[in-house]
């Protein structure tokens, strides 16, 4: 009998999940996949760009944020490890003992693992190596999502397939000329993107992009009006909705073709779409 369709995406802060893999996640939701999403931190080192939401308790907004974001994706609520955000540059956070900068990435690990068990995913995503535009977080969580991949292989539940989010170079020298994503500003794109065949599989979403765009903007601390993603234009933003790209960190199984154009190509599973009183709330 074919294993009920699962993924369990793995990122470092709420917002991380929508901007490079909103779309995906959508996606397979729609066609019954079971998605699940573990988010390490509640992105307490993070920054308020939405003046109208007054003061806020970051941490306990981000939570909401990112529970608003899955519903928006249609995918399960997320599952939080506990840690927090390390912040980046002059805002690293070194002493704060919780900041995953400071974890044991072990017992991290053993954590995903738990979830690994408990949702039996035969695909995970999580970041690129280089964790998209280096940051400490997106950096541990790109090791530990990798690690429980690895470990994975001698347990019960066996992952088969591990994918990383990544953009092309084509992609970010746009973003960069656009100025469209401050944050991309000053690296160099033959470090922080993929040449075209390291592109294992790229995803169709524009039916998705609605969904994705919502989710988005349920991330109202982080794309307020103060924020670049809140001050871009359709133009700008049309690239990010029309596909996904992934490489691959992480094989168990052959695949039918490639670059693929379904993550889950070639495997025996069976999607079950779930009616819509059914869907994850």
């Keep these: 009998m074919s294993a009920p369709a699962s993924l369990l995406a793995v990122f470092a802060h709420p917002d991380d999940e929508a901007l490079r893999c909103g ?9 019954g996949v079971q998605v699940h999403l573990i988010c390490l931190t509640r992105g307490e080192a993070g920054r308020n760009t ?12 981000r939570e909401q944020e990112l529970k608003d974001a899955c519903l928006a994706l ?17 805002r690293l956070r070194r002493d704060d003992p919780l900041a995953t900068i400071n974890a044991d990435l072990t017992a991290m690990e053993r954590q995903i693992l738990e979830v690994i068990e408990a949702t039996h995913p035969q695909i995970m995503l999580t970041f690129d190596p280089h964790g998209m535009y280096g940051h400490p977080d997106h950096l541990i969580a790109h090791r530990v ?8 292989g001698f347990r019960q539940v066996r992952v088969q397939r ?19 994503l401050g944050v991309l ?5 033959e470090t922080y993107a993929v040449c075209d065949c390291t592109i294992a ?16 903007f349920s991330h109202r601390t982080q794309t ?7 001050t871009l234009s359709d133009e700008q933003f049309a690239p990010l909705m029309e596909s996904e790209t992934f490489s691959l960190g992480g094989i168990r199984s052959s695949v039918p073709e490639y670059p693929m154009h379904d993550l889950f190509a070639g495997l025996d599973v069976e999607f079950r779409p779930a009616a819509q009183s059914e869907r994850p709330a």
């Design 50 to 61: 939405d003046p109208t939401l007054g003061t806020v308790d970051l941490p306990t907004q």
């Design 185 to 189: 500003e000053g690296l160099e794109p």
């Design 145 to 152: 999502a990798t690690a429980a991949y690895a470990s994975s």
């Design 162 to 180: 591990l994918f990383y989010t990544v953009q092309s170079r084509e992609e970010m020298m746009r973003l960069q000329s656009g100025r469209s």
């Design 74 to 90: 249609g995918i399960h609520p997320p599952v939080f490890l506990g840690y927090h955000d390390s912040g980046r540059g002059d």
């Design 23 to 31: 779309g995906a996640l959508a996606l397979y939701a729609a066609r």
């Design 224 to 230: 307020g009006p103060l924020s670049t993603l809140g």
């Design 201 to 216: 599989a790229r995803i169709d979403i524009r039916a998705y992009a609605a969904q994705k765009r919502a989710a988005l």
